[in-house]
C-alpha cells in the first residue's frame, strides 16, 4: 500500500507503520564471550532494516544535543576512554515529514572508537523503539533475570550476604581475626578454593570485569572503604556472576537507586546481614 500525505497526517507516520509491518523477528543471536550474555548487533539489524528502509523511503539524520567525555586508569595502568551521548534521531519521509527519537549511547575504549561505538548504541535504541522490531524468543528472556541478590547468593553458594569486610587498613600479609576466619571456613564449600569466592557459573570474573569494576568505584561517590572492600574480594578470587553482581551494585549507586550504602556498615563490623539487595 502507498501512503500519501495529508494535511492532517504526516506521511512519516504512515511510512513507519508501513515498515512495522513488513519488519521480521531479529533474533538475539550473537552472544557475548566474555559474560556470556546473548545480544542483537547494530549490523544485524542494519541488514535487515536497509532495504525496508529503502523501499519505504524511510532515512535518518543524528543531532548530538550532549556530551559527557570521562578518561579512566585501568587496573593495568592504560587509559580508558568513555564517552556519553545524547542523541536526536530524526525518522525522515520523502515529503519532509519527521519523527523524532532521542536516546542514549554510552561506551568505552582504549583507543578512538569510544564515541563511534556510543553513536552507534544509541542509533540501536532508536532503531529499535521507534520500529518495535521483535526478537524470535519465547518467552521474553527478560522475564526470566534473576535478581543480583540471587544471582550472588547462586554463584557464592550458601552465603545470603556479602563477605566481610577485613578491618581496614590493609597491609602485606594480613590475617582476619579468628572470628571472622571460622565463618569463612563455614562458608567455603568442601573442596574449594580462596574461601568459595572463586566458585560459581562461568569461572572467575575475567580481566575486563574486574578492570570495569575498579575503575566504577575509582569514581567521585565511592568512599576509600568501599574502594578497599573491592579490592579486597578481587584478591580473593571473585567469581564472573558476583563481579557481574557488585558491577550492577556500583552503577546502581552511581545513578542514586541504591536505597544504601554500596557496602554496608555491618559488612565492615564483620556482621551478617540476611537483606542485602544482592
Known amino acids: 500500500m502507498t501512503q500519501t500525505a495529508t494535511a492532517d497526517t504526516p506521511l512519516i507516520f504512515g511510512r513507519i507503520a508501513a515498515l512495522m509491518a513488513d519488519t521480521p523477528a531479529i533474533a538475539k543471536s550473537q552472544k557475548n564471550k566474555e559474560q556470556g550474555y546473548q545480544f542483537r548487533g ?12 529503502v523501499k519505504h523511503g524511510i532515512f535518518t539524520t543524528s543531532e548530538i544535543l550532549e556530551t559527557q567525555r570521562n578518561e579512566w586508569l585501568s587496573k593495568s595502568g592504560g587509559k580508558l576512554i568513555e564517552f556519553a551521548l545524547r542523541i536526536r534521531w530524526t525518522f525522515w519521509a520523502i515529503d519532509g515529514s519527521h519523527v523524532h ?7 568505552m575504549d582504549t583507543a578512538d572508537k569510544a564515541a ?8 540501536k ?3 529499535l523503539q521507534i520500529f518495535m522490531i521483535p526478537t524470535a524468543e519465547t518467552p521474553d528472556p527478560d522475564a526470566n533475570t ?14 545470603t550476604s556479602l ?7 590493609m597491609t602485606p600479609g594480613y590475617q582476619p581475626p579468628p ?6 571456613q563455614q562458608r567455603a564449600p568442601q573442596g574449594g578454593q580462596n574461601n568459595g569466592y572463586s566458585s560459581g557459573n562461568g569461572g572467575r570474573a575475567s580481566g575486563k570485569q574486574v578492570e570495569y569494576l575498579t575503575d566504577l568505584v575509582k569514581r567521585e561517590g565511592f568512599s576509600d572503604h568501599d574502594r578497599q572492600y573491592v579490592d579486597w574480594l578481587i584478591q580473593q578470587g571473585m567469581s564472573r556472576e558476583q563481579c557481574s553482581g557488585l558491577i550492577d551494585r556500583a552503577n546502581a549507586h552511581l545513578g542514586g ?18 537483606d542485602l539487595p544482592f
Open 163 to 169: 563477605p566481610p569486610m577485613p578491618t581496614p587498613p
Open 257 to 274: 537507586s541504591l536505597n544504601a550504602p554500596f557496602v554496608p556498615q555491618s559488612q565492615a563490623a564483620g556482621e551478617e546481614k540476611d
Open 101 to 107: 527519537s532521542e536516546t542514549m549511547g554510552q561506551a
Open 42 to 53: 547494530i549490523d544485524t539489524i542494519y541488514n535487515n532494516l536497509h532495504d525496508l528502509m
Open 125 to 127: 535504541t532508536a532503531l
Open 116 to 123: 563511534n561505538k556510543a553513536m552507534t548504541m544509541s542509533h
Open 146 to 159: 534473576p535478581d543480583p541478590q540471587e544471582r550472588y547468593n547462586h554463584s557464592n553458594g550458601h552465603s
Open 179 to 184: 572470628q571472622q576466619q571460622a565463618q569463612q
